[in-house]
């Protein structure tokens, strides 16, 4: 039979995947010998399996009544008691944390008998009928789906009087009377968090956060400490360093005579731990003392929830604490000096993901107007977007929001993902916004005060001035200011270290990115190239750290003022007009390919030959038949239209995303590909010549058979041999059509170097175009849950990355040491980069922006030996 239930003392913080991440540290606290309420632990197991079936499992309440027997010993009070009754909360757990998005409920064990025994031991009537009320509010909220507002609607009285009024709305609700039983309260409110894993607002967020599904939470069953027992009671949340900037030193927030739920609310403004200090030095140097043992323990930034109760201090959560990416990269270069962890972990604490976040733009602060108001910064960043103030309007709207609200709660996550900012006028860093935003990213001002949110009326107003839905605001995370209006921007500093306009000397950020960057570029096995097609994305690439470039797409060349050139190359009768306009061309390509093998001398540039098909570079068909009906309907001559429409008609295709494209055009179309070969060979000679060191590479795109490849390669091989002074150019092939993955033995062998496409390769794989999917049905498939995330933005790993395997596997096969790299999208996703890493690859191509994003997780995949999940 399984075992369901632990007790706090029986774990550690090691067992998250059966304790969930709260029970887990709350069973670290207490082998600690730190003060945490007695209590214990329903597994992440009993979860799944009260999902698989919708019932507990059997025998659990039995487990469960064993261990409250436990718990009653401790602490000399039983569940129940009329004279001095022991209550208990019951918080859920997941492995990962999710802040807000489960359920909670406290003081399970108040009925109609104890709270008269509770207001008799406490000696405080209105504690102890607030209590009640509490109870009556989350567990009808939580176990029986009662609103919140219908109870809110009743909060004119207090006491008794209030109690009674909340199981009124109790049971027009649910038809029958509040529940008596203390254990019929205990037993239903742990079904009731069960069963909250699947609530929207959790399914979203883990979707979200990349959450999988099929977790589970723990349930948390513990003694109730209360907070609100007075004015030397309290509770807070505290950091062990500043989780938005990452400086050292305690950080937090205290609301006295409150239970937790109010501090994290944000319903009320908190006080700082410093102030703490002033009210009550006892607890606040008995707590600074717990959290400097805590992240000695867990060697990071840790996060506490902590009660006072009457002057007592108690232990209610601990986690490795969510920050900003500034924090993350600060934190993790500190800890390394410390000597808490080693370079290694260090790469491991902060992610692409977080770097990209710090690349982005922020407000010119010169260029800014007095601000309306400021708040607590919570999240760091710059946002500017039309005021909404609910979350359907924010999920709905076609450009940049901002999200206004007093306070947010769950529910408004939706609006929160689509919003590019969040303001509120109520809650500190610990608030819900501040917590959620700074897991997702997202700038956030919170507990801006000042500010007078009307929801209904559509209104925000702030000294006498009144803004409207729709009017435009900017929000800065890092200072906390709000400002009407649009305020410019100017670029990251990150950026500009990476550009080489910033040293960082005396800045904790740059110096802590230039420290983790450094080393993972030490330990880092895959090269990280740019995708690049212009000298100046080149040099930009360059100084973002680029080993070389891994695709210059050449179509991208034949555009503007050069599109005349190809129409008369479509439209050529016969040979020598079709080689006037390729000598034509060739110049004006040998004059690109020098200036990029100028800004990457002596690293690798790969030259893809041309892909798109050629009717992109025509009038489309509709529009060109108009024009030619048109002017014979006046009786015009047609002219160059004609001729046109004729050729746009011959290579009109149904679907020419699979037609003639890549490798077929160089065969359709004489002189094209080898027109493209000498350019890149005359300007590597050129190069050579003035003292350069040129490393072109040619890359022939949508191989599909070996054949195609082995004519290609033959006819470069004749120009190549033609061109006086050109170096060897190595030719291979792009990897984008499934059957080229299948047969890559036989490819491999007429191959200098393999290239995935991905992005062909899921569109041939998957059977939908990238271009399609969004607005086609890719919405309902989330919902659905078939895909957690894009394939386009995150490789399926299952099938796409399957096929990169075998390539890679059969291209060696057939030719150690073959070189492979990737130059889809997916090289600058921090979440395919492990995978390409595991697979072998030689290297990653992505923008010249996302390469240091892509440096960074080649790094971390390089020290982080722990599984890869299969997931897609």
């Known amino acids: 039979m399984s075992r369901y239930v632990y007790d706090f003392f029986e774990g550690n913080k090691d067992l998250k995947d059966l304790l ?215 509770s807070g949340v505290a950091f062990t360093r500043d989780p938005a900037t990452g400086r050292r030193g305690a950080y937090g927030d205290y609301l006295p005579n409150a239970q937790g739920e109010d501090v994290v609310a944000g319903i009320r403004n908190t006080m700082g731990l410093a102030e703490l200090a002033e009210i009550d030095p006892k607890s606040h140097a008995r707590l600074l003392s717990i959290m400097q043992k805590l992240e000695q323990r867990y060697r990071d930034l840790c996060d506490i929830e902590f009660t006072i109760e009457d002057g007592t201090l108690w232990m209610l959560q601990t986690r490795v604490g969510k920050r900003t990416p500034a924090a993350a990269f600060v934190i993790a270069a500190q800890l390394v000096e410390e000597g808490l962890i080693t370079l290694d972990e260090a790469l491991l604490r902060v992610s692409g993901e977080q770097l990209a976040k710090l690349m982005f733009p922020s407000f010119d602060t010169a260029a800014a107007p007095e601000p309306l108001t400021t708040g607590v910064a919570a999240s760091p960043g710059a946002a500017v977007g039309a005021i909404v103030f609910d979350s359907a309007a924010a999920a709905a709207a076609a450009g940049p929001v901002i999200l206004v609200r007093r306070e947010t709660n769950p529910d408004d996550l939706p609006g929160m993902i689509a919003a590019q900012g969040i303001l509120t006028g109520r809650g500190g860093k610990t608030s819900h916004a501040a917590v959620v935003a700074r897991g997702m990213g997202k700038t956030c001002v919170c507990g801006a005060d000042e500010l007078e949110v009307d929801a209904a009326a559509g209104t925000l107003t702030v000294a006498g001035r009144v803004l409207h839905a729709g009017d435009v605001v900017s929000i800065d995370g890092t200072s906390g200011r709000v400002y009407a209006g649009p305020v410019p921007v100017h670029p990251s500093p990150v950026v500009r270290y990476f550009e080489g306009e910033l040293s960082p000397l005396g800045d904790p950020l740059l110096a802590a990115v230039q420290r983790l960057m450094t080393h993972a570029d ?130 009109h295709e149904q679907n020419p995303m699979l037609g003639l494209r890549g490798v077929r055009l160089g065969l359709v179309v004489p002189g094209l590909f080898a027109m493209q070969v ?18 072109p590479e040619i890359m022939v795109p949508l191989v599909g058979a070996v054949q195609e490849l082995e004519i290609v390669r033959a006819e470069a091989a004749r120009v190549l041999s033609e061109v006086p002074g050109a170096p060897p150019i190595p030719i291979g092939t792009m990897i984008e059509v499934p059957r080229a993955a299948l047969t890559a033995h036989q490819i491999a062998m007429s ?21 399609d999917v969004e607005g086609a049905f890719f919405g309902r498939y989330l919902d659905l849950g078939v895909f957690g995330v894009s394939p386009f933005e995150t490789l399926d790993r299952l099938g796409v990355g399957e096929l990169v395997r075998t390539a890679v596997e059969r291209g060696r096969a057939a030719q150690p040491g073959l070189s492979t790299g990737v130059c889809g999208e997916h090289g600058g996703d921090p979440a395919s980069i492990r995978f390409f890493h595991d697979a072998g690859l030689t290297y990653v191509s992505c923008s010249p922006f996302r390469v240091p994003v892509a440096r960074l997780e080649a790094g971390r995949a390089a020290v982080d030996t722990g599984p890869v999940s299969d997931s897609r």
């Open 751 to 771: 191959a200098d170097f393999f290239s995935f496409g991905t992005n062909d390769l899921t569109q041939m794989t998957w059977g939908f175009s990238r271009d």
């Open 678 to 695: 000498r350019a890149v060979a005359e300007a590597a000679a050129a190069r050579l010549a003035a003292g350069g060191d040129p490393r």
């Open 20 to 234: 969930g991440g709260k029970g887990a540290n709350l069973a670290e606290m207490t082998r600690m010998g730190l003060p945490v309420p007695p209590g214990f632990t329903i597994t992440t197991g009993a979860c799944r399996e009260f999902l698989r079936t919708g019932a507990v499992p059997a025998g659990l309440f039995d487990e469960v009544e064993e261990h409250l027997r436990l718990v009653q010993a401790r602490l000399g009070k039983r569940l129940g008691d009329p004279a001095d009754p022991l209550l208990l909360s019951v918080r859920s757990g997941g492995k990962f944390s999710m802040p807000g998005m489960m359920e909670t409920i406290l003081d399970i064990g108040l009925n109609d008998a104890t709270v008269l025994g509770l207001a008799e031991k406490s000696g405080d009537e209105r504690f102890a009928w607030d209590s009640y009320r509490r109870l009556v509010q989350m567990f009808g909220h939580t176990v029986f789906g009662v609103p919140n507002e219908d109870f809110e609607a009743a909060s004119a009285m207090t006491g008794a009087e209030l109690v009674d009024a909340y199981k009124k709305v109790f049971t027009a609700h649910t038809g029958r009377d509040f529940p008596q039983s203390p254990h019929e309260q205990l037993f239903s409110a742990i079904s009731a968090v069960f069963a909250s894993w699947n609530a929207d607002r959790a399914v979203l967020y883990r979707r979200q956060e990349r959450i999988p599904q099929d977790l589970g939470t723990a349930v948390n069953v513990m003694a109730m400490v209360f907070g609100n027992r007075g004015p030397r009671s309290g």
């Open 522 to 651: 030490h330990v880092a096995r895959l090269g990280v190239h740019a995708n690049a097609d212009t000298g100046a994305d080149a040099r930009r690439a360059h100084r973002f750290g680029a080993t070389g470039i891994g695709l210059c797409r050449t179509e991208h060349m034949f555009l503007g003022d050069r599109r005349e050139l190809v129409e008369r190359l479509i439209l050529a009768t016969d040979a020598e007009e079709r080689d006037a306009a390729l000598a034509a061309l060739l110049p004006l390509q040998r004059d690109d390919f020098a200036e990029l093998l100028a800004a990457m001398d002596g690293r690798p540039v790969t030259v893809r030959l041309i892909d798109p098909p050629l009717h992109e570079f025509l009038p489309p068909l509709d529009e060109l038949t108009a024009r030619v009906a048109r002017a014979e309907a006046l009786g015009e001559d047609p002219g160059g239209d004609g001729r046109l429409l004729a050729a746009v008609r011959r290579m």
